[in-house]
């Protein structure tokens, strides 16, 4: 029996495709839109803080950003306590970016993992202020539970940490993620390559959030691609269901009526 696929919805509005894209680490600003538009992503996360506000024109990262097609998602990357977060999200919204955010509250520069007490602490006072908040957040279901009480719009667990590669480090539990919570999931850092969001999209998670993976590529716009055929096949197999693992073979052809 086929299973019917639903598109990905966050928040009421819905999206063609399931791949969030990032804005860092490209080689150009050229090479960076060429890979949007290979991707097919529909959101695309800017960090606030990194922002030049001086810049004009081509000189600007905003400028080559296709507002009319793809959502903006600035993020509060470099922020380390909630206040912090909450002060950049405020500022993206007074430059008119957005009011739906992407939410990082880092708990140490070596391993840029979340602080997860400040995540949920930062996601209360912006959801009370009308944001969308869409928070990177550790494996932890429960942390994971405690964002979506707190009206989160999505939660986004690492695959791993940020920039590393290393792909899905703990697929148990973003599988017990997805049991936990109602609100999307979204698989955000830690991608490395292809396989890696494909395996994520496997596990039945709702979308993968990637830059590096995509921005360090020897080519960008081929990786690009490659993610979103990954994203796609692998949401696609997990639709399908995969075979049950066995520990012998199993003969692929049927064993009745041989020619004796």
């Not at 509060?76 to 977060?85: G, K, R, V």
């Not at 979204?186 to 496997?202: K, L, N, P, Q």
């Not at 590529?217 to 197999?237: H, L, Q």
Request: net charge neutral; glycine share 8%; hydrophobic share 45%.
């Amino acid at each position: 029996m086929s299973q019917q696929d639903t598109p990905l919805t966050i928040a009421g509005v819905t999206f063609g495709s399931r791949l969030l894209i990032g804005t860092g680490k490209y080689p150009s600003f050229e090479i960076m839109k060429r890979c949007h538009e290979a991707s097919g992503a529909e959101v695309v996360t800017v960090a606030v803080r990194r922002l030049d506000l001086k810049a004009q024109g081509e000189q600007s990262l905003m400028s080559w950003i296709d507002t009319k097609r793809m959502r903006l998602l600035p993020n509060t990357a470099l922020c380390y306590t909630a206040d912090d977060a909450v002060r950049t999200c405020r500022l993206a919204e007074e430059l008119g970016m957005s009011k739906w955010v992407k939410l990082e509250v880092l708990g140490d520069e070596k391993t840029l993992y979340p602080d997860v007490e400040e995540t949920v602490k930062a996601a209360r006072i912006l959801v009370k202020e009308g944001f969308t908040v869409l928070p990177y957040t550790s494996d932890d279901p429960i942390t994971a539970r405690k964002l979506e009480d707190a009206g989160c719009a999505a939660v986004m667990p690492l695959a791993a940490p940020i920039g590393s590669g290393l792909g899905v480090r703990n697929p148990h539990n973003i599988r017990l993620i997805r049991e936990t919570v109602k609100v999307p999931v979204i698989v955000d850092a830690g991608v490395g390559t292809a396989s890696d969001a494909a395996i994520a999209m496997e596990l039945g998670v709702d979308a993968v959030l990637m830059n590096t993976a995509i921005a360090g590529a020897r080519d960008p716009v081929r990786m690009a691609v490659a993610m979103r055929k990954a994203v796609e096949a692998g949401r696609e197999a997990f639709l399908a269901g995969r075979i049950p693992r066995k520990a012998y073979g199993s003969a692929s052809s049927p064993l009745e009526g041989l020619v004796e």
